[in-house]
């Protein structure tokens, strides 16, 4: 079967750095996308992967990891904003995502 | 780029009755849309995914008959609630993509429709 898992939650310092580890197990695989949800909104994209290493944009990157099935959301310089959940979502051989449940990410001052 | 919208953001509507939420890409064709529901605090669950012109593939689950979608245009795509019950309360979300099967393009979300059956 097809899987996403990334942990529930996770708390970290304003100005600290956060990794958000994700492992999926997807029939085929096209990418591996991290999207930033905030509380009542719709997902936006942060992240494609589909080569193995590491992606950085800004203060967040992203890493994967395709022989171990295994990415990870690395945020530095952490704002009270980036409070918001954080979803891992593999794409399979159609082309379709799979969504992990996500990972609530809670700044404290 | 990528702007997709969603009507309305938000609506209330009484048991029985059927609801329309539409979903638009402004600045480019989108062969592909997808609908997504989700529950407070779970994660998205797909729905359906539809390709212009022809008819939407459902997951497994989900009512065809109750969540019909009807995917027009390269442009528009509309989700509606038949018959709406107190348990369809969820946060939809339609999504497009810039390029249907071959290439593994991002997904662009739209703000979502919380809908609130009474």
């Known amino acids: 079967g097809q899987n996403i898992d990334q942990p529930t939650e996770m708390t970290a310092t304003e100005g600290a750095i956060v990794q958000i580890n994700c492992t999926y197990q997807?029939?085929?695989?096209?990418?591996l996308f991290w999207y930033q949800q905030h509380a009542g909104e719709a997902p936006t994209f942060l992240s494609y992967n589909v080569l193995d290493g590491l992606e950085e944009k800004g203060r967040f990157s992203s890493f994967l990891s395709r022989s171990k099935g295994y990415s990870y959301l690395l945020l530095k310089e952490l704002q009270m904003k980036d409070s918001a959940s954080y979803l891992c979502a593999g794409m399979d051989s159609n082309y379709q995502l799979i969504w992990g449940a996500g990972t609530k990410l809670i700044i404290k001052p | 780029g990528a702007v997709v919208s969603q009507h309305p953001s938000w609506v209330i509507c009484k048991s029985g009755t059927s609801v329309k939420i539409e979903c638009r890409s402004l600045d480019f064709q989108a062969t592909t849309m997808f609908w997504y529901r989700q529950f407070p605090k779970q994660s998205l669950m797909l729905m359906a995914t539809?390709?212009?012109?022809?008819?939407?593939?459902?997951e497994q689950g989900v009512e065809k008959d109750k969540f019909l979608i009807n995917h027009a245009s390269l442009t528009l795509s509309t989700l509606t609630v038949t018959s709406a019950h107190p348990e369809d309360s969820s946060f939809y979300i339609c999504?497009?993509?810039?390029?249907?099967?071959?290439?593994?393009?991002?997904?662009?979300f739209g703000p979502g429709t919380r809908l609130t059956v009474t």
């Open positions: 999504s497009a993509s810039l390029v249907a099967g071959s290439f593994s393009y991002e997904q662009y």
């Open positions: 539809s390709n212009e012109g022809s008819k939407a593939t459902y």
């Open positions: 997807t029939s085929g695989f096209n990418g």
